[in-house]
């Protein structure tokens, strides 16, 4: 299961919708990802929430620390668990836990 998997399964449960807004090169030669949360499925709907990922020089790390960046602020801010196994590992991985 892909990190975009299980943020697919945590929006869903919480009746959101999440489009990635790329991960355009930055100035600096850097890439960043950004994700917009919606209420809608329709694209053109006003978000939520927009977050960005920390900007890094490889596109698929800046990808996945966007979806990071928003699974933390779907459990923090939120407040909803998200209850897929594989996000757990990622928690106990992310937290020096075995």
């Not at 975009?4 to 030669?29: F, M, N, S």
């Not at 850097?30 to 890094?56: C, D, H, N, W």
């Not at 923090?76 to 990622?90: A, E, F, M, R, S």
Request: hydrophobic share 35%; charged share 20%; aromatic share 12%.
């Amino acid at each position: 299961m892909t990190l975009q998997d299980i943020l697919c399964q945590a929006v869903e449960k919480l009746d959101y919708h999440w489009y990635e807004g790329g991960t355009p090169c930055t100035r600096e030669g850097m890439y960043q990802t950004s994700i917009a949360v919606r209420s809608t499925p329709s694209p053109t709907a006003e978000p939520i929430f927009t977050l960005y990922g920390k900007a890094l020089p490889c596109r698929c790390e800046a990808k996945d620390n966007a979806l990071y960046s928003c699974f933390d602020f779907i459990d923090q801010t939120l407040g909803y668990k998200i209850g897929n196994v594989n996000y757990v590992q990622y928690l106990l991985l992310a937290n020096n836990i075995r």
